[in-house]
């Protein structure tokens, strides 16, 4: 079996502290040794002035967008008009979706993110035999009106039991929409179906003030875009609903991510924290930033305990699908959060959110070889060179190949 080495100016196992030219070595594609200079008589790769550090986690994305050259709409936009213009573009007549989430894949990879969290709205199968990062596909759920779940239930369980994702590299979830476009009894089933079948959900949750005025109300611009698409049912919401109301049905799921959390409220933050082994928050700094929405509430999010990950959100709302982008651009945001911080919202915590933390996420032995490796001349701090370089990664790894073997699928 092909064994490496691969050594570089700092390693940076995430899971302590950096080692000045350490050594990982590698084998059928796992770790099999971190050691510091000297230790290691394999054959080894020097990679130079690089800090090499975990694969990056993307843990929110919608792939299908992948090809848009720029986000949709205009900055600070409010989401049920942005909404509007996205389902627009999903019924463009010369869109190949299937090309898209392609693109989307090789474009990760190559900027570092070993690992996705995706939500599909297009079938498992389009996902399964596509190069590029491991996935957790969270297949997506919409269905508002009372009338509606019955059938919506049933061919999501057809979807899932006809997808051939799971023999292969990948995972599979649920992504009940958001509590605009899913009906409070639909989630109830979707949660004990994530429960009968041990699989993780995702749900867009206190992304905007519109969707908390509609838990509140009833009313206001979703109920109105909902009114025009035929979707809206004025017993699916009881007035006074509140994102607690959905935490803590979500909580009953083996395992939750709650994307965005724009707008939670301090018991919303708590109830997360005190749950931080099965649900995180994913933040997603620049799509935030794009909505012009108020501050993200991150170090409180931190400091109650919260498990934060990191996500790109789709190009329909995003420049591009960087991770290594949203975690300088945090750094920026939050010049006082410890760079320790920042470096695992975008690699440990988002393997844990995902369930995948004994996989990936760290540099550590026994996990797999998804590696990143950034210019970091002499003298320079490699947190420095992380998170305040403009450097993209020099060399990606994939379960110990390198990225661009991955893509042109000679990696078997
Ligand atoms: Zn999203």
Same mark, same amino acid.
């Given at each position: 079996?092909?064994?490496?080495?691969?050594?570089?100016?700092?390693?940076?196992?995430?899971?302590?502290?950096?080692?000045? =030219?350490?050594?990982?070595?590698?084998?059928? #594609?796992? *770790?099999?040794?971190?050691?510091?200079?000297?230790?290691?008589? /394999?054959?080894?790769?020097?990679?130079?002035?690089?800090?090499?550090?975990?694969?990056?986690?993307?843990?929110?994305?919608?792939?299908?967008?992948?090809?848009?050259?720029?986000?949709?709409?205009?900055?600070?936009?409010?989401?049920?008009? %942005?909404?509007?213009?996205?389902?627009?573009?999903?019924?463009?007549?010369?869109?190949?979706?299937?090309?898209?989430?392609?693109?989307?894949?090789?474009?990760?990879?190559?900027?570092?993110?070993?690992?996705? =969290?995706?939500?599909? &709205?297009?079938?498992?199968?389009?996902?399964?035999?596509?190069?590029?990062?491991?996935?957790?596909?969270?297949?997506?759920?919409?269905?508002?009106?009372?009338?509606?779940?019955?059938?919506?239930?049933?061919?999501?369980?057809?979807?899932?039991?006809?997808? &051939?994702?799971?023999?292969?590299?990948?995972?599979? #979830?649920?992504?009940?929409?958001?509590?605009?476009?899913?009906?409070?009894?639909?989630?109830?089933?979707?949660?004990?179906?994530?429960?009968?079948?041990? *699989?993780?959900?995702?749900?867009?949750?206190?992304?905007?003030?519109?969707?908390? +005025?509609?838990?509140?109300?009833?009313?206001?611009?979703?109920? +109105?875009?909902?009114?025009?698409?035929?979707? %809206?049912?004025?017993?699916? *919401?009881?007035?006074?609903?509140?994102?607690?109301?959905?935490?803590?049905?979500?909580?009953?799921?083996?395992?939750?991510?709650?994307?965005?959390? &724009?707008?939670?409220?301090?018991?919303?933050?708590?109830?997360?924290?005190?749950?931080?082994?099965?649900?995180?928050?994913?933040?997603?700094?620049?799509?935030?930033?794009?909505?012009?929405?108020?501050?993200?509430?991150?170090?409180?999010?931190?400091?109650?305990?919260?498990?934060?990950?990191? #996500?790109?959100?789709?190009?329909?709302?995003?420049?591009?699908?960087?991770?290594? #982008?949203?975690?300088?651009?945090?750094?920026?945001?939050?010049?006082?959060?410890?760079?320790?911080?920042?470096?695992?919202?975008?690699?440990?915590?988002?393997?844990?959110?995902? =369930?995948?933390?004994?996989?990936?996420?760290?540099?550590?032995?026994?996990? %797999?070889?998804? /590696?990143?490796?950034?210019?970091?001349?002499?003298?320079?701090?490699?947190?420095?060179?992380?998170?305040?370089?403009?450097? +993209?990664?020099?060399?990606?790894?994939?379960?110990?190949?390198?990225?661009?073997?991955?893509?042109?699928?000679?990696?078997?």
């Amino acid at each position: 079996m092909h064994k490496f080495s691969l050594r570089a100016r700092w390693v940076l196992p995430v899971a302590g502290p950096p080692i000045a =030219g350490g050594v990982v070595s590698v084998q059928a #594609g796992q *770790i099999v040794g971190i050691d510091a200079p000297a230790t290691s008589s /394999l054959e080894t790769i020097d990679l130079g002035d690089v800090v090499l550090m975990p694969g990056l986690v993307n843990a929110h994305t919608h792939l299908e967008f992948s090809d848009l050259p720029r986000p949709v709409g205009k900055p600070g936009m409010a989401l049920p008009e %942005w909404i509007r213009l996205v389902i627009g573009e999903r019924n463009r007549s010369n869109r190949n979706p299937r090309e898209a989430v392609a693109q989307g894949l090789v474009e990760s990879l190559r900027s570092g993110v070993t690992t996705l =969290g995706e939500i599909a &709205n297009l079938p498992l199968s389009v996902y399964a035999d596509l190069p590029g990062p491991s996935r957790t596909i969270f297949q997506e759920v919409i269905g508002f009106s009372a009338a509606r779940c019955d059938s919506v239930l049933s061919d999501l369980k057809s979807r899932l039991n006809s997808s &051939n994702i799971r023999a292969a590299e990948h995972l599979v #979830g649920i992504s009940p929409h958001a509590p605009y476009t899913v009906h409070p009894n639909l989630l109830r089933q979707l949660v004990s179906l994530a429960q009968q079948r041990h *699989i993780p959900l995702a749900m867009h949750l206190a992304e905007s003030r519109e969707e908390l +005025e509609l838990l509140a109300t009833g009313s206001g611009p979703f109920q +109105e875009l909902l009114d025009q698409r035929g979707m %809206w049912d004025p017993g699916a *919401i009881s007035l006074g609903s509140t994102v607690l109301d959905y935490l803590r049905v979500l909580a009953d799921a083996p395992r939750s991510l709650v994307i965005h959390g &724009n707008y939670l409220s301090e018991a919303e933050i708590e109830f997360l924290g005190q749950r931080r082994d099965f649900m995180s928050v994913v933040y997603c700094p620049r799509t935030h930033a794009y909505f012009g929405h108020p501050p993200y509430p991150l170090e409180k999010l931190l400091k109650s305990g919260v498990r934060v990950a990191l #996500g790109t959100d789709s190009r329909a709302s995003n420049p591009d699908l960087g991770l290594l #982008g949203e975690m300088r651009f945090v750094a920026k945001r939050f010049p006082n959060l410890p760079p320790e911080s920042i470096l695992n919202m975008g690699t440990q915590w988002g393997a844990e959110a995902l =369930g995948l933390a004994d996989q990936t996420g760290l540099l550590s032995v026994g996990q %797999w070889a998804d /590696l990143v490796a950034l210019a970091c001349p002499a003298g320079v701090d490699p947190h420095e060179a992380i998170l305040h370089g403009f450097e +993209e990664p020099c060399r990606v790894f994939f379960r110990g190949e390198e990225c661009e073997q991955v893509i042109s699928g000679n990696n078997h």
